[in-house]
C-alpha cells in the first residue's frame, strides 16, 4: 500500500481488500516503483499523452471552450528561445492576452511586475520604499470602497493560502500549445464547464476540486496547485477580472499539467460524455 500513500497524483486506489488500481490520472512519474518494497508495480503498455498541442485541442473540443488554455513554467534562468517580458505590465493581464488568443509565449519576472501580485505566484515582491508602498497600499487596497477595511484584514486572508517552498526567477507565460511540460494550466470556464471537469476529476478517485474566493486571483489560483499538485476554481478578483477580460458567467480553473492527461481521458467516460 505505499504506492497509494505516495502518488503525488493521488492516481493510485484501493477498490476492495485485495484489489488496488492504477487510474488514468496517473501521471507515468514513476514515484511509486521507487517506493514499492516488492516489486509488484512497474510501468504499463501505454504511455501518457504529454504532447500540449494535442491536450489543448482535446480541451478545447470535449469541453467546448471558447477561450485558449494558458500554461506557466516556472524557470531559474531566463531561456534563449522565449522573450522577457520587460514590463511594466500586470500578470492577469498576460493571461488575459492568451485566453484571447492574442499572445505568444512571453518569461514575466517581478521586475516586470505592475503590482505585488508577482509575490502571489512564486517570482518574489517588487522591491520599493517603504512610503512608495504604504502610499500604493492606502490609494489602491486599504480603506472605504476598496479591497479591505484594514491592513490587518488583508494581512490575514493572505493567510488562508500556503506559502511558496522557493522564489523563481521567472515564469514563462504562453498557449498551452507553445510550452513543453508546463507546471500549470489555467483557463476561464463556465459553471457548466466546470461541473464537467469535476466529474471526470473525481470520475475514478473520488478527488474533489476546491474553490476559493476572496483574495487576488494570482494567489487563489497558483499557490496550491503549484505546492500541493491539486487542482483549483477560482471566482477572481475586481482587478483580476478586469485584466483577464472575463465575462460575467465566466471563472478560473487551474490544473498541475501532471493532472491535465487523465483529465482529458476522463472526459470521455462520464454522464456528461453520452
Same mark, same amino acid.
Given at each position: ?118 509575490? &502571489? ?18 490609494? &489602491? ?87 500541493? &499538485? ?45
Amino acid at each position: 500500500g505505499s504506492c497509494i500513500g505516495n502518488c503525488p497524483n493521488r492516481a493510485i486506489v484501493r477498490r476492495s481488500e485485495t484489489e488496488v488500481a492504477v487510474t488514468d490520472m496517473c501521471c507515468d512519474c514513476g514515484m511509486c516503483v521507487g517506493y514499492c518494497p516488492v516489486s509488484a508495480i512497474g510501468g504499463g503498455p501505454e504511455k501518457v499523452v504529454r504532447d500540449t498541442k494535442v491536450l489543448s485541442a482535446a480541451l478545447e473540443e470535449k469541453l467546448h471552450l471558447s477561450k485558449k488554455c494558458a500554461a506557466m513554467k516556472f524557470v531559474d534562468s531566463m531561456p534563449d528561445e522565449v522573450p522577457v517580458e520587460k514590463g511594466p505590465h500586470f500578470w492577469c493581464a498576460m493571461c488575459g492576452d492568451v485566453f484571447d488568443g492574442q499572445a505568444e509565449s512571453l518569461v514575466f519576472t517581478a521586475a516586470a511586475s505592475t503590482c505585488g501580485g508577482c509575490a &502571489n505566484i512564486g517570482l518574489g515582491a517588487v522591491k520599493v520604499g517603504r512610503e512608495e508602498f504604504i502610499g500604493a497600499i492606502e490609494t &489602491n487596497t486599504v480603506g472605504p470602497n476598496k479591497l479591505f477595511a484594514t491592513k490587518y484584514a488583508m494581512t490575514k486572508n493572505r493567510d488562508a493560502f500556503p506559502q511558496f517552498p522557493k522564489i523563481a526567477k521567472g515564469m514563462i507565460i504562453g498557449p498551452l500549445t507553445q510550452i513543453e511540460r508546463p507546471d500549470l494550466v489555467m483557463f476561464p470556464v463556465t459553471p457548466e464547464h466546470l461541473c464537467k471537469i469535476a466529474t471526470a476529476f473525481s470520475f475514478e478517485t473520488g478527488e474533489v476540486i476546491t474553490g476559493y474566493a476572496g483574495k487576488s486571483t494570482c494567489l487563489m489560483t497558483i499557490s496550491r496547485p503549484l505546492t500541493e &499538485n491539486r487542482p483549483v476554481f477560482c471566482a477572481g478578483d475586481h482587478g483580476g477580472r478586469m485584466f483577464m477580460r472575463l465575462d460575467p458567467s465566466e471563472m478560473l480553473v487551474c490544473f498541475p499539467f501532471s493532472l491535465i492527461p487523465g483529465l482529458v481521458k476522463n472526459l470521455d467516460k462520464t454522464v456528461y460524455a453520452e
